[in-house]
């Protein structure tokens, strides 16, 4: 029975792990569980999967909800350390990171310092701060498994391979509700457009980030610190379908990919029985005919400036992604409130990685401290656009 401690159970990739382990009962326990401040959600899933533990980041959020809602024989707690201590809980087999935000960082630290398997799907921890994430991995023995589909697929196609056979990968991006679109329509989008996407079904800040393909140039910067490969071997391509996940290029010239239709259940699944393949009928086979035609473009990088801007800031490395990472979410959340456009996200990030330097964090605390210069200024960015185009 591997025992999974779920961080973010009430989100997106939260709810398809409750799905895939509810497939798997012999196989999987959810033993605790943690949310934001969505207190009645949380209290539903305790009340389907009973954990032993459950808690709410938002101090707040618990002490307002009063114990509506929770019966039963779990128990409850608040505060981000709270949230820490389930990852680093020692009955725990893995940890599953599905927060949103850089707020992932110390569970996964604490989670690979303790020595667990730790499936990630919080890829701004990798981000902000990815050489302590790699160091907490070398001290404490831990693993690490990515979610998200584009690493898990380059996971798949890497088992069994020598690192020095591989050439480069390529990255996959749907390339977002706005494919295709000029720079002046761009302008014109609003929140709720942004928010559909044309093939995944996500959470707000991960459903931006794929519009503004910000989500890409995170995942080249995970990619660099999950595979140890250097900015020039990572490319991205755009690929409507979401069929293929991404490619692995070998120094013989050969190339594989993984390929399916677009579910988290699949890399999920994967994270958490890795290296084993369970069965699971829930998860349909590939049709290559009902696929077709899959097609491959360019990034345009004239529209979708974030990917340049991201990668660019991996490529400077130090506190830049860290930057990078925190300026998208004062961006994102500000655009969501329609207080910034959607071209002048950009902006508002480029001025958050301009104000930080580039030396290596040596410690959680200076990631921090970038952190919390780059939303400062990020947050003033926001108020000078306002002021212009007021
Ligand atoms: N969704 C996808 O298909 C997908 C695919 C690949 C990778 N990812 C990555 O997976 C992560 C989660 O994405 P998602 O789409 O599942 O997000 P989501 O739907 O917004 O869910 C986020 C979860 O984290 C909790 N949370 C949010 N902020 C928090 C904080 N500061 N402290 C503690 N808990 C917090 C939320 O609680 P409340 O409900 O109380 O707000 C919720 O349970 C992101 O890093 C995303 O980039 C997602």
């Given at each position: ?82 949230v ?32 667990h ?22 001290r ?44 002046d ?27 503004t ?36 290029e ?72 860290a ?47 970038a ?20």
């Open positions: 029975m591997i025992r999974i401690a779920l961080l973010g159970a009430t989100g997106s990739i939260g709810r398809s792990t409750l799905a895939v382990a509810a497939r798997h009962p012999d196989r999987f326990r959810v033993v605790s569980v943690s949310a934001r401040r969505s207190v009645s959600a949380l209290a539903e899933i305790v009340e389907q999967v009973r954990p032993e533990r459950a808690v709410l980041a938002d101090q707040a959020a618990l002490d307002d909800a009063g114990g509506a809602g929770m019966r039963g024989s779990t128990v409850w707690s608040s505060g981000a350390e709270s820490a201590e389930l990852a680093a809980a020692p009955d725990v087999d893995v940890v599953v990171n599905a927060l949103v935000g850089a707020a992932g960082l110390d569970p996964t630290l604490r989670a690979l310092e303790a020595g398997r730790l499936a990630l799907a919080n890829k701004e921890s990798l981000v902000a701060g990815g050489h302590l994430v790699r160091r907490a991995l070398e404490g023995g831990g693993t690490l498994i990515p979610i998200d589909s584009e690493h898990s697929a380059i996971l798949q196609c890497l088992a069994g391979v020598a690192d020095d056979a591989v050439r480069r990968v390529v990255l996959t991006a749907s390339g977002g509700p706005f494919r295709g679109w000029s720079r329509r761009l302008a014109t989008v609003d929140p709720e457009a942004a928010l559909k996407h044309p093939t995944w079904s996500m959470g707000a800040k991960i459903s931006i980030d794929s519009a393909l910000a989500n890409k140039a995170l995942e080249v910067i995970e990619a660099h610190f999950l595979y140890g490969l250097d900015y020039d071997r990572i490319g991205a391509v755009v690929h409507p379908q979401s069929i293929v996940h991404s490619f692995v070998f120094v013989d010239g050969s190339v594989l990919a993984q390929v399916g239709d677009p579910t988290m259940e699949l890399p999920i699944l994967y994270a958490l029985t890795y290296p084993e393949r369970v069965p699971d009928p829930s998860l349909q086979g590939f049709d290559p005919v009902r696929s077709s035609p899959l097609t491959f473009e360019e990034i345009r990088h004239d529209a979708f400036p974030l990917f340049g801007l991201g990668v660019a800031a991996g490529r400077r490395g130090g506190v830049a992604p930057a990078f990472n925190a300026g998208n979410e004062i961006a994102v959340s500000a655009f969501l409130d329609r207080r910034v456009s959607f071209p002048g996200m950009a902006r508002v990030v480029e001025s958050a990685v301009e104000a930080v330097g580039a030396s290596e964090p040596d410690s959680v605390d200076e990631v921090w401290e952190d919390r210069v780059a939303r400062q200024v990020a947050r003033a960015e926001v108020e000078r656009l306002k002021e212009v185009s007021a």
